[in-house]
């Protein structure tokens, strides 16, 4: 179904990336220090039929990856955005909003993949060694929520963002589309929900910019970027059959759930 020649080829290309001197370890506490600051600024959903089932499809991608032996953790934050973030160690944030507005189960599967792939590379675990206490819990909470809408809000995070940058560089986003790909591929997965995703946020930007406008300041996305990732699914030549999964009741089911919880109100800044 999928030549084996493309797709070790994908990985060693993706096992170019730049090494990161700090212990696997240290980035481990680091994840988790970061983790226990986000959940006391961030609202989470506390329901275990929704937990339960992203933290499955998570694992499904994050046990086949090179970093299978982390503590994976994958918690639903409960904010309308368009959204999802990761922390080193195995730590990822997931918004309702994402699971809301994805049309099929592989969209979903594709953005967290994408953050299951952040984490694959250590992206920013050195930057987030250096931060200082606070500061990350207010920027993911800026960075997921509209608590900082107001004007002085935005100054918070604008100088929030001059010392816990919610950015990744191009060839981190980049390097992180290529381990999404690969990741749901590896769960079975239809490959081509990530690129869908990505499109259906930037026909979602025309009619509510609003919804997505947290999710292109911290992933900018154009058409190229679409068109990037979908040249890479080409390149595995693959031929879909059954054993891909593309959707689900199950998933549609949990969206349904997900709609009947109420939104957290969340205190400006």
């Not at 981190?172 to 081509?192: F, K, M, R, W, Y």
Request: charged letters at 25%.
């Amino acid at each position: 179904m999928r030549p084996r020649s493309s797709i070790s080829w994908l990985l060693a290309t993706l096992a170019t990336g730049a090494a990161c001197s700090v212990s696997q370890d240290r980035e481990v506490a680091i994840g988790a220090e970061n983790a226990a600051e986000v959940e006391s600024e961030v609202p989470l959903i506390h329901d275990s039929v929704i937990e339960g089932f992203v933290a499955a499809l998570g694992k499904s991608m994050a046990s086949r990856t090179s970093r299978a032996d982390l503590d994976w953790h994958f918690k639903v934050v409960n904010s309308p955005e368009v959204n999802a973030f990761a922390l080193p160690g195995g730590f990822v944030y997931v918004n309702r909003g994402a699971i809301e507005q994805a049309d099929r189960l592989d969209e979903l599967a594709g953005i967290m993949g994408h953050e299951i792939g952040h984490v694959v590379r250590r992206h920013g675990v050195e930057q987030m060694q250096q931060r200082k206490r606070g500061e990350v819990g207010l920027l993911f909470l800026c960075t997921l929520t509209r608590a900082c809408s107001t004007v002085g809000g935005r100054i918070a995070v604008d100088v929030g963002a001059n010392t816990v940058s919610a950015h990744y560089s191009q060839l981190d986003e980049a390097e992180a589309d290529s381990e999404g790909v690969l990741n749901t591929l590896h769960a079975g997965i239809d490959p081509e929900g990530l690129p869908a995703f990505f499109q259906a946020l930037l026909d979602k930007q025309k009619v509510q910019p609003s919804l997505v406008e947290a999710f292109f300041s911290t992933h900018p996305t154009d058409q190229s970027r679409v068109a990037a990732t979908r040249r890479q699914i080409a390149r595995l030549h693959l031929t879909q059959g059954p054993d891909f999964i593309r959707d689900s009741p199950e998933f549609h089911a949990i969206q349904e759930r997900v709609r009947e919880v109420p939104v957290a109100r969340v205190s400006s800044r």
